[in-house]
């Protein structure tokens, strides 16, 4: 069975410092990687997707995330956090066909 | 604007009480899903629909149970048999079978007192 791992329960970060969120995930064949954001009180959206081709992909916000096939891995990067990023991201895998398994989630605070 | 309307936002209940959660979709999405988020576990499905009149189990479905009696709507009931109810329940919807990735909703905080 799938399964996905985040790094990190709860991360305390300054305005402008760098950020990286890790993701490991199990599952030998071929996936489609997703990372979803929570903001308090809102609902999950997406961030950013990998399908297939280069694996540096972009999302919105400043958000970009590797796909590292060879260590799988999906880490979630932003080079400057601001106060308003402040919210509970969840790493997630599919594999083509079946539903999503998503990881525990890693809680952001941006300190202003 | 095409979205996943969930009702109501916050929800009580007693317990011995059986209660139903709504969700509704006008996203023309053929799948939809029911996930339970807690603290620290992420988001677990319990229940999940590919089509009208067709659900499947998810990780966690004792003690819930619902229907999908069209595209739209896809209710989740939450039974006196789920041992620990208390939750954010959220909602979900995909073209594709979740591979382009899901919608969701806004979420429903029930809380057995």
């Known amino acids: 069975a799938q399964s996905v791992s985040q790094h990190n329960h709860h991360v305390i970060l300054s305005e402008a410092a760098s950020l990286e969120l890790g993701c490991n995930y199990s599952?030998?064949?071929?996936?489609?990687l997703f990372w979803y954001v929570q903001y308090p009180g809102q609902h999950l959206q997406l961030l950013l997707k990998?399908?297939?081709?280069?694996?540096l992909v972009k999302g919105i916000k400043g958000f970009e995330a590797e796909f590292i096939k060879s260590k799988f891995s999906f880490n979630l990067r932003k080079p400057s956090v601001q106060w308003s990023d402040t919210a509970e991201y969840f790493c997630a895998v599919n594999a083509w066909g079946q539903n999503f398994v998503f990881g525990p989630g890693t809680r952001l605070s941006v300190l202003p | 604007d095409g979205g996943i309307t969930q009702s109501p936002k916050y929800l009580f209940r007693k317990e011995g009480q059986n209660v139903t959660l709504s969700c509704e979709q006008n996203?023309?999405?053929?799948?939809m899903y029911w996930y339970r988020q807690d603290p620290g576990q992420g988001l677990r499905l319990i229940y999940y629909s590919q089509i009208v009149n067709d659900f499947q189990k998810g990780d966690i479905a004792e003690g819930y149970s619902v229907s999908r009696e069209k595209k739209e709507s896809f209710p989740l009931t939450v039974t006196s048999a789920q041992k620990n109810p208390t939750a954010f329940y959220l909602c979900?919807?995909?073209?594709?079978?979740?591979?382009?990735?899901?919608?969701f909703g806004s979420g429903t905080r029930l809380t057995v007192v």
């Open positions: 599952y030998g064949g071929t996936v489609n």
């Open positions: 979900a919807s995909s073209a594709d079978r979740a591979n382009y990735g899901y919608t």
């Open positions: 996203l023309n999405h053929d799948a």
């Open positions: 990998y399908f297939s081709g280069d694996p």
